[in-house]
């Protein structure tokens, strides 16, 4: 890729569903980092945007009115007005924070995409879908259940199974059932308008593949496999009344597919912010940089560009920096379980400790893999490095300054300066460095490492000079005066400098500082990081207040009962020990010969691995006694290769072959899952012959 002279930047979060609150999850996913490097680019005086907005349409916000009692409009007033707050209370600073509910969101998504209709790029196809007859609604794919036929779990959605994590579509459930009435869906005929994807195949692999190798790998490897597997065509259009209706005139009951509607959202809300919108969208010196959760790669890298492309008037994303999840006290984050920190109720229980979660979640963001959030881990990280390391440090300076320097700015005697001294200013003068490469490079926890790092040696350098002994030499030695003023000054002007790289994470943190040090806004410029004069010598500066307080053992205690007392008995031990385990209803009735069609067998895993950039599957080779065979299981979670190589596993033997992440599986092993969601094999209770029938 090329290295663009750009003039301005674009910035956007993906669109938070406006079906609920958001979470600790959402934060570290995309819209901490997006703040944070928004932040250091408007530090460095760049012409930059930050836009986001609620989606209020597609299916679950019906489904969610239609369970409360209530109305769409009210569903997506509620929860647009709490996630806005929410973000405020965080320091997620939107230049704007729109909503696709809003005229002018309608008004440019339906003229998208009637000039891809009038340009005759989409087909129209006549199909026949799922439909709830008790409820009298099409059924979205994620409002349709059943049994993996990957797995065997039986709790498939219709567009994923999360056991296993294959792709699936509705048709290719066991048994599936409408999650909205329980009732078996059947199939109805709708006329629907398909993007023909398959058509900026080619484009795509030179745009990604070849243009794009810098993208974080996730991405990079997540776009591949989709372009590898061959794309098809994708309806952009559904059967509802909620949404941006369909601009067409034999369209009644049809609106944009959610996923159409919703990225035009960001070139709606940057209508809304600015007369000069089309110098962010239409200029090609515009850098356009989205920032989004791993769950939506697809849509951000292929789906929308190739919208783009085809529209032809639009700039194309420079950069997708998606992290992965965040898991809660080792387990995933489940709203519908309740699993989850909320950001509304974190405010409230931690008043005025915005920053220690914004420490925490960068920290420990889930940039490359999966991480975990734990209530030990945030006490940890703010009682040993927020209050020990950094606030320290800035305390310590201030305290010192106050009782050997008269409260002011001390001057510099470079005649004194020694090796001790010029090392720090060679850290501080490369900090600015480290950390402005990070941040270009989306790699946030690096850039917020040199920061501590940089306070840490702060604290190095206050031991090794050790000030407060020489004060008592000053009657008798001058020059020991001299030293406690190299000493503090150079502390100082570290301070200032923490306060501008510090700035980007944690800008309530920095407007302590600046208060502290009775300096403006504008020395967090950029600019000035790295500079030895930004505090004036004999300024006064204001007495030192904590930046950062303790956080005790009962409070942490408290956060830990609040998750498991308000999440469902699934993850509550206590409650499983007295709880009789839910089971899962009876499948439809059916008749013995439907049954004798199934043919299982013994076999024997003699070798098992894990499939590349598949973290579910694993590649099994099974001897089945009259032949060997491969079979791709979505079991990869609960065991490790070299775990069940030799043990024995009942198999279906005569299921169609289907290719998984381009392995041909042949076959499934049958599978037991424990109201935990632990998985058990299916086995013969003593050592069979391979091969043998199982009845």
């Known amino acids: 890729m090329t290295t663009k002279n750009y003039q301005r930047l674009l910035v956007t979060a993906a669109l938070p569903y406006a ?9 570290a996913g995309c819209y901490l980092p997006a703040d944070i490097y928004v932040r250091y680019q408007k530090a460095q005086k760049r012409d930059v945007q930050f836009v986001c907005g609620s989606d209020e349409h597609g299916v679950p916000i019906t489904i969610r009115a239609m369970k409360e009692g209530t109305t769409p409009q009210e569903v997506v007033d509620k929860y647009h007005a709490l996630i806005k707050e929410s973000f405020a209370q965080m320091g997620i600073a939107f230049d704007i924070f729109s909503r696709t509910s809003n005229p002018v969101h309608h008004e440019t998504a339906a003229a998208f995409f009637k000039k891809l209709y009038n340009e005759g790029l989409f087909e129209e196809k006549e199909t026949e879908q799922y439909f709830d007859e008790t409820t009298q609604t099409f059924l979205a794919d994620r409002y349709i259940t059943g049994t993996c036929p990957v797995c065997g779990s039986l709790s498939a959605y219709g567009d994923q199974c999360e056991k296993c994590g294959t792709s699936l579509s509705p048709e290719q459930l066991i048994h599936p059932r409408s999650t909205l009435s329980d009732a078996i869906p059947v199939k109805k005929k709708t006329k629907h308008w398909y993007f023909p994807l398959q058509n900026y195949e080619p484009w795509l692999k030179e745009w990604i593949i070849e243009g794009h190798k810098e993208w974080k790998n996730n991405v990079y490897g997540q776009c591949k496999s989709w372009l590898d597997n061959g ?8 059967d509802s009344n909620w949404g941006v209706k369909v601009p067409l005139p034999d369209a009644a009951g049809k609106v944009l597919y959610v996923w159409f509607d919703a990225p035009i959202g960001y070139i709606s809300a940057t ?10 969208w239409c200029k090609e010196d515009t850098k356009l940089v989205h920032f989004i959760g791993k769950d939506n790669i697809v849509f951000h890298c292929i789906i929308f560009p190739a919208m783009l492309k085809a529209h032809g008037n639009f700039v194309l994303p420079d950069n997708v920096p998606a992290n992965e999840f965040l898991n809660i006290e080792g387990e995933k984050v489940s709203t519908s379980r309740n699993w989850a920190v909320w950001v509304h109720e ?12 914004r420490y925490v979640l960068c920290a420990n963001a889930p940039e490359t893999k999966d991480n975990d959030f734990t209530w030990k881990d945030f006490q940890d990280r703010n009682n040993s490095e927020l209050v020990a390391i950094f606030g320290n440090f800035v305390n310590r300076t201030f305290v010192l300054m106050h009782k050997l320097c008269n409260g002011k700015v001390p001057q510099l005697h470079n005649v004194h300066l020694d090796e001790t001294d010029h090392a720090l200013i060679a850290d501080i003068q490369k900090a600015k460095t480290k950390v402005e490469e990070n941040l270009e490079q989306y790699k946030f926890r690096d850039a917020l490492f040199e920061v501590i790092d940089l306070s840490r040696k702060g604290n190095q350098y206050l031991q090794k000079k050790e000030p407060w002994k ?7 030695d001058p020059i020991s005066q001299q030293l406690i003023d190299n000493c503090l000054h150079l502390s100082l002007q570290l301070t200032a400098n923490l306060a501008i790289l510090i700035n980007p994470f944690l800008p309530h943190t920095a407007g302590k500082m600046l208060h502290m040090m009775k300096v403006v806004e504008k020395m967090l410029e950029w600019q000035n990081a790295g500079s030895l004069n930004l505090l ?46 839910e089971y899962k209803p009876l499948k439809p009735e059916i008749v013995y010969d439907d049954f004798a069609k199934l043919d299982f067998r013994v076999g024997t895993i003699v070798a098992a691995e894990k499939v590349v950039k598949a973290d579910k599957l694993l590649q099994l080779t099974i001897d089945m006694g009259f032949e060997t065979r491969t079979i791709v299981s979505g079991i990869a979670e609960h065991f490790t290769p070299e775990a069940i190589v030799g043990k024995q596993v009942t198999v279906v ?10 392995i041909e599986s042949n076959g499934m092993i049958l599978m037991a899952e424990d109201s935990k969601g632990k998985l058990h094999f299916i086995h013969p209770e003593d050592v069979t012959e391979n091969g043998s029938e199982v009845r």
């Open 653 to 662: 033997a005569n299921l169609a072959p289907r290719k998984m992440r381009g």
């Open 536 to 581: 004036r010598v004999g300024y006064s500066l204001r007495a030192p207040q904590l930046l950062f307080r303790k956080i005790e053992d009962e409070e942490i205690a408290a956060q830990v009962q609040k998750l498991q007392t308000q999440s469902k008995p699934l993850n509550n031990t206590a409650a499983m020990e007295t709880t009789a385990p």
């Open 231 to 238: 794309l098809q065509p994708r309806a952009m259009t559904r």
């Open 346 to 357: 974190y405010v409230k229980d931690f008043p005025e400790q915005q920053d220690v979660l």
């Open 19 to 27: 079906n609920g609150p958001v979470h600790i999850g959402h934060l």
């Open 271 to 280: 209508k809304e912010l600015t007369p000069q919108w089309k110098d962010y």
């Open 470 to 476: 020489k004060a008592g030499n000053v009657a008798e």
